[in-house]
């Protein structure tokens, strides 16, 4: 009888690395480590989430700034066709309002008001990038004017982040966020720190989502990069603390819900209390049975199935794992964990199945090999544990594990 230490995994948050972490596990011959092959996670993207807090991936930021009535337009003393765009955007006539708005435009490409109003209309169209581009032009003649619209400033600066471009966003929303008697919008600091961070700012952009979440306490997504940027810095109290004020005030962030599990499952790996460490896979099983009501796809099952399986309910994590592996597209990753947790359900021929095709999956991976092994082994299949105890000893001569393996193995493996 040896003593058996089993490792799973920890979905990596923010573009991070499957990191392994352990659990202890009672039995005869478990496998001793298991170091999961690197993959990647979906947390993060370039596309930050809405200003009012809903995920990148469901939707994008709505207009912030006072777009159906643009500051500074003065129809009266601008053309008749300016005068008709200004009134077909108070109605909310957007596409109407573009058009009128161009075609004064190329009658007189120096009318600020005319590129103005169609970057306005075409926002609420959600053509950003054309949005962009006109606001620029309003923007550059503005100022050849010495005539700056503040409220032209902040639209542009806001279709600049719907467009990605945040190193051009970036000095429009300083502007913005530092008017002389003028306290800052919430949703423009948010902006700010979207841009800041996308930039590589990290320090400039955690000032800003603070500053955010000062002004507005309900600001989820300023919340939600608060807490990413505390769990890249290691500070995992901090970063819980902020993902469960975002989650609480704004429920469907996927990427808060996938952050917080992860930091749950890597402050439940790194604790030194059991009680404490069991406390933290069970919240870990929360939050991502919450992230599944609003993401379903494969990432998210490992996910929660790797809190599942830290709170030791193997069969539930199995079940989970079982309606994303059914296809030939199924990661080597997630059949390896569907064999740990069938494995740990003391189900071997299912951990077996899902192990195989792990295997076949992924053929340089030692863990697989460690866990076939050991169901194998538990099978008295002591030939084919023989087998695959050899190639992870092949794949890892140092390691001692598979050493002992193969010499306990040999005699058994021999009579077959």
Do not use: C
Not at 312 to 320: G, P
């Amino acid at each position: 009888m040896i003593k058996s230490i089993s490792r799973y995994i920890i979905l990596g948050g923010v573009l991070l690395a499957f990191a392994a972490t352990t659990f202890a596990q009672s039995g005869s011959t478990r496998p001793r480590r298991v170091n999961p092959p690197p993959t990647s996670s979906r947390t993060e993207s370039s596309a930050p989430p809405t200003a009012n807090g809903t995920d990148e991936r469901s939707a994008r930021p709505t207009a912030s700034v006072n777009t159906a009535r643009p500051r500074g337009a003065n129809p009266t003393a601008t053309s008749t066709g300016t005068r008709r765009a200004y009134e077909l955007l108070e109605q909310k006539q957007y596409a109407a309002a573009a058009r009128e708005a161009k075609q004064v435009a190329a009658a007189n490409p120096n009318d600020s008001e005319a590129w103005k109003i169609a970057g306005f209309a075409e926002i609420n169209l959600k053509q950003h990038a054309e949005a962009a581009t006109d606001l620029q032009r309003a923007l550059d003649l503005q100022r050849a004017a010495g005539q700056e619209d503040a409220n032209t400033v902040d639209a542009l600066a806001q279709a600049y982040i719907l467009t990605e471009k945040f190193e051009q966003a970036l000095p429009l929303l300083v502007t913005a966020t530092t008017r002389p008697g003028a306290a800052p919008v919430a949703s423009m600091l948010y902006y700010r720190g979207v841009a800041e961070y996308q930039t590589g700012k990290a320090a400039e952009a955690e000032r800003s989502f603070n500053a955010a979440v000062k002004a507005n306490p309900k600001d989820a997504a300023s919340l939600y990069y608060l807490g990413q940027i505390a769990f890249k810095g290691g500070r995992l109290d901090e970063s819980i603390a902020f993902l469960n004020r975002a989650t609480l005030n704004d429920a469907r962030i996927a990427s808060a819900w996938a952050l917080l599990t992860t930091a749950y499952l890597r402050r439940a790996a790194a604790a030194t209390v059991e009680t404490k460490a069991d406390a933290d896979y069970l919240s870990a099983v929360r939050a991502g049975e919450s992230l599944t009501r609003v993401r379903a796809d494969a990432e998210t099952s490992t996910l929660f199935a790797q809190a599942l399986i830290g709170a030791k309910q193997f069969a539930r994590a199995a079940t989970v794992l079982e309606r994303v592996t059914t296809g030939d597209d199924a990661k080597g990753v997630t059949l390896y964990l569907l064999g740990v947790s069938h494995s740990r359900a003391k189900n071997y021929p299912k951990a077996i199945s899902a192990l195989e095709r792990a295997a076949a999956k992924t053929p340089d991976d030692v863990n697989v090999y460690r866990e076939l092994g050991y169901a194998y082994e538990v099978s008295k299949q002591y030939a084919k544990a023989f087998d695959a105890y050899q190639k992870g000893a092949a794949l890892a001569p140092a390691d001692t594990d598979f050493k002992e393996s193969v010499e306990r193995v040999r005699p058994y493996a021999q009579k077959q």
